[in-house]
């Protein structure tokens, strides 16, 4: 394997890990909303039944 070979796959690597990270990140983030929004439509709920 040459060196160019090496440096190309060690590339696509990163892009792959890149885009593994990216992902997590999104996971976390839409976690977070959806918490956030059922906490949201609990409450809601809660006080236009208390009405």
Do not use: P
Request: proline share 0%; charged share 20%.
């Amino acid at each position: 394997m040459t060196t160019n070979d090496e440096e190309l796959r060690v590339k696509h690597l990163a892009d792959i890990q890149a885009t593994v990270s990216r992902l997590a990140q999104n996971s976390f983030t839409i976690r977070g909303w959806s918490v956030t929004l059922v906490s949201v439509v609990i409450t809601a709920y809660r006080l236009a039944a208390a009405q």
